[in-house]
């Protein structure tokens, strides 16, 4: 049973639009969620991340939700370019902070 | 920038056969991670450790082998590879006290 549920499995975008990338998940330890984006022929790499303390956080074009009663976040591209395409994948990580839970990735595409 | 090499980028074998993958990272990170990524799965840990000599074990750990020589080295040893195991390999390290884990470019294998 998959611990951290991501949607869409993959997402096409026009430039300039607005990208909104979703998780979801059950265990109430988790605390901290962050972001990896993954080009092609690369590894992930973290993109932006979030304490359970906090509902927002931004880095430039990009910002990542949280919402603890429903145990949900959410990344959010405006002004999506094509350089964005890529794979994200959401993650969490327990209190004992020793190992990541990934979600199954979103391929995305932004068309020019 | 952390820096963490894996090699080979690419392996074939066949089924039965013996594989060893490896990790370096030069960057005094204390945590190596070896991940899987599959279509549909997103990223699985295998193992880790947290520093030369320990090894904890993953989510996805049957199959699979590894060891930490040094702090720089960890390795992950296939010791009768099977089809299943046709998968794009990833090893990360962190450092204590932070949370950012830092990957390779992966290891593509190719089971026989």
């Known amino acids: 049973q998959q611990q951290v549920r991501q949607s869409p499995q993959s997402l096409t975008v026009w430039e300039g639009g607005t990208t909104v990338l979703t998780c979801s998940y059950e265990?109430?330890?988790?605390?901290?969620f962050p972001w990896y984006q993954q080009f092609p022929g690369e590894g992930p790499a973290l993109l932006i991340s979030?304490?359970?303390?906090?509902d927002k956080k931004e880095d430039g074009r990009f910002t990542t939700f949280f919402n603890k009663r429903e145990k949900k976040l959410s990344l959010h591209i405006i002004d999506s370019q094509p350089g964005d395409s890529a794979t994200y994948f959401c993650?969490?990580?327990?209190?004992?902070?020793?190992?990541?839970?990934f979600g199954i990735g979103t391929l995305l595409s932004v068309k020019p | 920038e952390a820096a963490v090499t894996q090699s080979p980028r690419n392996k074939v074998t066949v089924t039965g056969g013996n594989v060893t993958l490896s990790c370096r990272q030069t960057?005094?990170?204390?945590?190596m991670y070896w991940y899987r990524q599959d279509t549909g799965h997103g990223l699985r840990l295998i193992h880790y450790?947290?520093?030369?000599?320990?090894?904890q074990i993953g989510d996805v750990p049957d199959g699979y082998k590894a060891t930490r020589t040094t702090q720089e080295d960890f390795f992950l040893l296939l010791e009768l590879a099977s089809p299943s195991q046709t998968s794009l390999y990833f090893c990360?390290?962190?450092?204590?006290?932070?949370?950012?884990?830092?990957f390779g470019p992966g290891t593509r294998l190719l089971v026989l």
């Open positions: 990360a390290s962190r450092v204590t006290g932070q949370d950012t884990q830092y």
């Open positions: 265990d109430s330890t988790f605390n901290y």
């Open positions: 979030i304490l359970s303390v906090s």
């Open positions: 993650a969490a990580m327990g209190s004992s902070g020793n190992k990541l839970i």
């Open positions: 960057n005094s990170h204390n945590y």
């Open positions: 450790s947290y520093g030369a000599g320990n090894l």
